[in-house]
């Protein structure tokens, strides 16, 4: 398995816009060989003092951070599946995040180890 993970500020008035863009981002996706997408709005995520979500997206007021991860059978799958994604037009029909992208930090991960389901049933 591998993961492909992100956080990101959105809006509070655009999470509406945010969830249709993740839907059809999803479609996207599960072409190309991705398994789950599990997207998580912030309920509980406090300031921190030298670090945390709200700081490492510069989330302002207003704002929700989000963290988003991506589950694909292997890392040759996704990275097979990003390069057919960003020749694949309906990316570029998608149009604009509805969240400054400058801010989002993602990455790949390699599973340590997992427990438990990951459904959201």
Known sequence: ????GFVAAVPDA?????RAHAEEAWQIFRDYGATAVWECCG???PEGKL?????A???KPGETVVLSWTLWPDKATR??????????????DMG????DGKRMIYGGFAPLMA???MSAG
């Open 14 to 18: 655009n999470k509406d816009a945010y």
């Open 57 to 59: 997206v510069q989330a």
């Open 43 to 45: 309920d509980d995520v």
């Open 79 to 92: 990275d097979a599946g990003w390069q057919k994604m960003m020749d694949d037009p309906r990316m570029a």
């Open 115 to 117: 427990f438990g389901e």
């Open 51 to 55: 670090t945390s979500f709200r700081m």
């Open 96 to 99: 604009a995040m509805p969240f």
């Open 1 to 4: 398995m591998y993961v492909d």
